[in-house]
């Protein structure tokens, strides 16, 4: 009888073999690139957005904060959910529900379909995309070493993705329109749901049960408690900026900011939440954080200064994207290509450190790595001159990337040290979306404090050339209207406006400018110095080492 030699793999077989192995975690790649590139997009394009929907930067930031929130509030729901029903569909739903949001971006005519788009539609579907391509990868790579490269993968797609949305935002808003950019991470949808669908197929499912109470009371408590904080600048803490009248009901209700409603409101969601946590455990039920991660000290702290550095990190940057435009006159395009320096030191070190097993404590690294941060933001400080120029720029921006890179490598290590394996992938889910927070709130925190400083230093620098004084009511009033103006108009319209004032004091107004937009800086940069303090100063009570070296998460 004759044997039928093996037949040799044909081309389409070597085709659909590498498809199989490489086709899923490249798709996963694409999924977190795709998450960072949305968030991306917004920072450059924000001029944008305020002069079309004539809002505010502050609003901006309140849809920012809202979609971090929702991603963040609804992961460890959105984990349970998955298990319960399969990965499968609610993967695949959730990239439905991104693709719906982002169509209702790039259809938006006024700031709340662009909220609901942004916010309700990819925030909520992000919690679901954040959490599915950390436990896959667990899946796909079973050894540690392999599984901490393929998670590191995850995190330069992300970061790589962010760089991309600046610049290409940057790039399509002041060559086309602002609404372009979202249209690429629209094309990415199709894409990733097929590189995906083999590693989805066979994925069990685990009946669980979801706390959708606990979900909104979260996204409810701490989403007033943060958009009522990023509000308070253009709505007035109590008393209503602007006549309560033009403010309508619902921005001055009884004739007094909607802030301290919103913080009120937010406390109270927050007391209920916690009452309903408590009473689910006591009765043995599944809680919104049955892992119990947040109740871990070291998570705990490590994600508290995890989301500090990222709030003084992405407020840096984000006040260097409106100060070198302003200072240097750079389009979108140029300053996104100005501040690369920072993203592409800190990919480096990362991609350097990731070969790399330490002897040195890990909590000594961080600790470097922050005090090469601060180093670097003093640095900043020192460069803001009248004679500022981007070759001036570049080393303190490598020195700031470098920094970030090596606290990026060791924080992750150091906050898992007292995660179980089986909770890794959670406590991954839940850790991006908070840093995602951080970012919102850096840019709203230290972005206003830039243009508030900066209209206060502008007024009083007119006054004092001019020789006269205002009655603080009418001076307070000027500051308030000028910081509008700066969110708020194109550089043309202000233009417009300080050509207006008397021709006294024309010869003085370019410096007047410039002082107060590098004062303003340098202030803001003093006030990230200090949160790198308090940062450097919380690790102390961080492990000294851990027992595995963990991918780093942007």
Known sequence: MENNPAQPPTSTDLASTRFERWGGPIGLGLTFFMLSYTVGVVQPIMPSLVQEFQSTVGY?????????LLTASFTPTAENLSRRLGRKWVFNGALALFALGLGLVMISQNMGLFTL????????????????????MDRCYPDTVAKKYALLALTVAGISGALTGSILGGIMAYQLNWRWPFGIALLLIPIIARLVWPLLRYQPTRSMAVDWVGGLLSVAGFGCTLVGLSLAADLGWWVPKGIPDQRGFWLAPLGISVVPVLLAAGMICLGLLAFWERQR?????????????????????????????????VGVQFNLFQFIPA??????????????????????????LAKRRPRQPHRWLLQWGLGIKALGILLLWWAMGPNLTLLRLMPPLVVFGLGTGIFSTYITSLTFTDTQEEEKAEARGVYRPFQNLGASLGRGVLGTILVGIASIQI???????????????????????????????????????????????????????????LSAMQYTLLLAFGLCLICLALSFWLPKTSKQLEAAIE
Request: cysteine-free.
């Open 117 to 136: 788009g942004l916010a309700g539609g990819t925030g909520l579907a992000a919690s679901v995309l954040v959490s599915t391509p950390v436990a896959l």
């Open 281 to 313: 455990i006591r009765r043995g039920e599944e809680s919104l954080l049955r892992m119990g991660v947040f109740n871990r000290r070291i998570y705990a702290l490590g994600l508290t200064i995890g989301t500090l550095h990222t709030l003084l990190h």
């Open 60 to 68: 901006i930031q309140s849809a920012l904060v809202m979609m971090s």
């Open 327 to 352: 200072v240097m006159g750079l389009n979108p395009f140029q300053t996104a290509i100005a501040v690369a320096p920072v993203t592409i030191a800190q990919l480096g070190v990362l991609l350097t």
């Open 459 to 517: 007024v009083d620098g007119i006054l004092a050339e001019l020789g006269q004084t205002l009655d603080p009511a009418v001076r307070r009033q000027a500051i308030r209207s000028l910081q509008t103006a700066i969110q708020t108009l194109r550089p043309s319209d202000r233009q417009g406006i300080f050509a207006a004032l008397p021709d006294a004091i024309q010869p003085a107004l370019p410096s007047i400018l410039k002082t107060a937009a």
